[in-house]
């Protein structure tokens, strides 16, 4: 759900000067940064104590370190090389297995620490390279603290378990009941997100054997809150300090992921490489049956994740109408980038300014409020907490969902200028079109919080621009007089096969 970032990553905002993954804020709150530094010692006591018991006083005395990918030769990805992973498969019952004992199966004893594999150099067989070409440095891990066997745990997400759990609004009119039972029906359940999870952490766990010192997020809307149970799973893998060129460097390791998926993880089904401007690996895992894309290094999918993540629960309105309004566009056909319509991504940032700009606003500018806690530069470990302690909004605006609604129809269908205007959720308005080369000939301008391009460039056909308008208007017309769901979608039949 997240956008494609520009072809060499480049952000036209004024960046500060800084590393990949950016500084601390000066300004970020003292109990976040206390967890920090609490992070780092934890972790650096607990190498220190494995390395001690494990008699192992080398890597005791020795400070972590960035190695290179590998040898230099290239990745032997025949189906006949030996290998410990050679048919790996996950056992269907999974959620049930201890996770210790899962990991027994797919790992040796004499690699159970991430950690130490920064410490001393891999073995051999276990070290694959990237092409001698491409000179790519290897991140240190985010500091993780281990548990006491020294694996490391999966993305934690206590906030979006929460969150899960927000108290829905009270609706009054038809239209507000059916919209919050179509919610009810169709959102992301704590069960769906779990099992996102493991496979994130399971494929985690192979991918660090060829690059050690990567990490695989989960992103989009299956973490922010807008998900739905048959989303997709959208993950990126963070491989490096410097900026990835999409083009030549991501599409090589997405290459090798590729056949690795492909040679050797029998769970994996139908693994493809997508050559899009960020270019994806598709694949299916056959124990959870969720779908999933994977991208290099496309780190603005994290940090509007969580941006929009904030959003969706500061306010116990916002999550209802992004699913109805998703719904809809998915019905009319105006709901997918890759046929030249709207993505859901774009959808989102439509609804957030909608609220934004009403006389009464229903929401901030996250951007402009919590600086702090949305700093483009901020270290990528710190992304997910950072926002954590954000109160909830209070609007004296109290308009039912059901209105809210028929009025974001109406403000696109008839308000909006299109020509003229550019939506910006970083400042809570709309914006005069930019007159650059990236934004000349798009019929809709939404600009990305994070990097400033547009999330809607795939809306460059006039035809496909008149059938989203064309959508806009017939449904608010329908729906301004007779304020029924039925009337633009199936809506006891989506319930329904939902609950089954």
Same mark, same amino acid.
């Given at each position: ?14 960046? $500060? ?10 300004? #970020?709150? $003292? ?122 745990? $999966? ?6 378990? /929460? ?11 038809? @239209? ?86 492909? %040679? ?43 941006? @929009? ?6 306010? *116990?309105?916002?999550? $209802? ?25 774009? #959808?989102?940032?439509?609804?957030? /300014? ?22 483009? +530069?901020?270290?990528? *470990? ?14 004296? *605006? ?20 299109? +020509? ?33 391009? %547009? ?17 806009? #208007? ?10 029924? #769901? ?15």
């Amino acid at each position: 759900m997240f956008p494609n970032s520009p072809k060499l990553g480049r952000a036209p905002f004024p960046m $500060p000067a800084g590393d990949f993954l950016g500084k601390l804020p000066l300004s #970020l709150g $003292p109990a976040i940064l206390a967890q920090h530094q609490k992070q780092i010692m934890d972790l650096k006591n607990a190498s220190l104590s494995r390395a001690f018991l494990g008699g192992n006083l080398d890597a005791a005395s020795v400070s972590a370190q960035t190695w290179p990918f590998g040898n230099g030769r290239p990745l032997p990805l025949s189906p006949s090389s030996s290998s410990t992973f050679q048919g790996t498969k996950r056992r269907s019952d999974e959620q049930q297995v201890p996770f210790d004992i899962k990991r027994q199966r797919i790992q040796s004893p004499q690699q159970s620490s991430a950690l130490l594999r920064q410490l001393v150099p891999l073995r051999e067989e276990r070290r694959y390279s990237v092409p001698a070409s491409m000179k790519i440095p290897v991140i240190q891990a985010p500091p993780r603290t281990p548990d006491v066997k020294g694996r490391l745990p $999966p993305l934690q997400d206590s906030q979006a378990t /929460h969150y899960l759990e927000t108290t829905l609004p009270v609706a009054k009119d038809k @239209l507000s009941v059916q919209i919050l039972e179509l919610f009810q029906a169709c959102q992301q359940q704590a069960s769906d997100l779990k099992k996102k999870d493991i496979c994130r952490a399971e494929l985690q766990r192979e991918i660090q054997q060829m690059f050690p010192s990567s990490r695989l997020y989960l992103v989009g809307s299956s973490l922010n809150g807008f998900g739905t149970r048959d989303s997709d799973a959208d993950l990126c893998l963070v491989m490096q300090e410097e900026l990835v060129n999409q083009e030549t460097e991501a599409r090589q390791i997405l290459n090798m992921i590729l056949k690795y998926f492909y %040679n050797r993880l029998a769970y994996i089904e139908k693994p493809q490489l997508i050559r899009a401007k960020v270019p994806i690996v598709k694949f299916r895992d056959k124990v959870s049956g969720v779908e999933f894309d994977l991208n290099v290094n496309n780190v603005v999918g994290i940090r509007n994740t969580f941006l @929009l993540r904030t959003y969706a629960h500061i306010e *116990n309105r916002v999550r $209802p109408l992004v699913l109805v309004v998703k719904q809809w566009a998915t019905h009319f056909g105006i709901n997918d980038a890759s046929r030249g319509t709207l993505s859901s991504y774009t #959808l989102v940032l439509m609804v957030l /300014h909608y609220l934004q700009t009403l006389p009464e606003p229903i929401l901030p500018s996250l951007q402009r409020k919590y600086p702090e806690c949305f700093a483009p +530069t901020m270290q990528l *470990n710190l992304v997910p907490q950072a926002p954590s302690h954000i109160p909830p909004f209070f609007s004296k *605006n109290g308009s039912s969902i059901g209105e809210l609604f028929v009025g974001f129809l109406k403000y696109f269908a008839t308000e909006f200028d299109w +020509t003229k205007h550019m939506i910006s959720v970083r400042e809570a308005k709309v914006l005069p079109r930019p007159d650059r080369v990236e934004w000349r000939n798009k019929f809709i301008c939404v600009e990305e919080p994070f990097d400033g391009s %547009n999330t809607a460039r795939a809306v460059h056909e006039k035809q496909k621009f008149v059938i989203i308008q064309d959508a806009f #208007l017939k449904t608010y017309h329908r729906m301004k007089d007779k304020k029924d #769901l039925n009337g633009i979608l199936p809506l006891r039949a989506t319930i329904n096969g939902k609950k089954r």
